[in-house]
T-cell receptor
Framework: EAGVAQSPRYKIIEKRQSVAFWCNPI?????LYWYQQILGQGPKLLIQFQNNGVVDDSQLPKDRFSAERLKGVDSTLKIQPAKLEDSAVYLCASSLFDPRSDTQYFGPGTRLTVL | EDQVTQSPEALRLQEGESSSLNCSYTVSGLRGLFWYRQDPGKGPEFLFT???AGEEKEKERLKATLTKKESFLHITAPKPEDSATYLCAVQAGSSASKIIFGSGTRLSIRP
């Protein structure tokens, strides 16, 4: 079974530029998550989708970050304009809907460096 | 406020020296507690899900246990390839509740 795919793996931009990340979840997984992981910290949830709809985006800095999940499959996360503090690894994860709890499977991440 | 705390931050062991990692949590209505392994430059790799106090799960040299306030990840006779960061996460409350991660324990096993 193919895992969660993400691209690009690495991105270097200057502050105030824009950047976009792409994620393709595991086939059949209805729930998709975007996390930000700063070096030395655990992942922090940015946004959670259930099919096409947003379940939780309470920690998404909406003045500069946006995300969409068209047709309930692939998703893109965009930052515009980027700040130095956005340097981090951006992780995508997906899960099957489970009424007990949501075991998530992660992609390899995109390492963003903002100069 | 829901909170997850992992200790120690870092642990260095000799090959074969067993030990335990701790994950303490404060949440309302635990739905699940998760353990992940993360290697440098990679995404977290799922290890275990625990649902209720008293539950235990094992995989090779790893054993996870859960109480009402904390979880332990026991590592028996570790090998250098067990070196990684181990992350704990909890999900609480409603079916749409988010998952909160701890900061992880960096485990290093010396040959």
């Amino acid at each position: 079974e193919a895992g969660v795919a993400q691209s690009p793996r690495y991105k270097i931009i200057e502050k105030r530029q824009s950047v976009a990340f792409w994620c393709n979840p595991i086939s059949g997984h209805a729930t998709l998550y975007w996390y930000q992981q700063i070096l030395g910290q655990g992942p922090k949830l940015l946004i959670q989708f259930q099919n096409n709809g947003v379940v939780d985006d309470s920690q998404l800095p909406k003045d500069r970050f946006s995300a969409e999940r068209l047709k309930g499959v692939d998703s893109t996360l965009k930052i515009q304009p980027a700040k130095l503090e956005d340097s981090a690894v951006y992780l995508c994860a997906s899960s099957l809907f489970d009424p007990r709890s949501d075991t998530q499977y992660f992609g390899p991440g995109t390492r963003l460096t903002v100069l | 406020e829901d909170q997850v705390t992992q200790s120690p931050e870092a642990l260095r062991l000799q090959e074969g020296e067993s030990s335990s990692l701790n994950c303490s949590y404060t949440v309302s209505g635990l739905r699940g507690l998760f353990w992940y392994r993360q290697d440098p430059g990679k995404g977290p790799e799922f290890l275990f899900t625990l649902y209720s106090a008293g539950e235990e799960k094992e995989k090779e040299r790893l054993k996870a246990t859960l109480t009402k306030k904390e979880s332990f990840l026991h590592i028996t006779a570790p090998k250098p390839e067990d070196s990684a960061t181990y992350l704990c996460a909890v999900q609480a409350g409603s079916s749409a509740s988010k998952i909160i991660f701890g900061s992880g324990t960096r485990l290093s096993i010396r040959p």
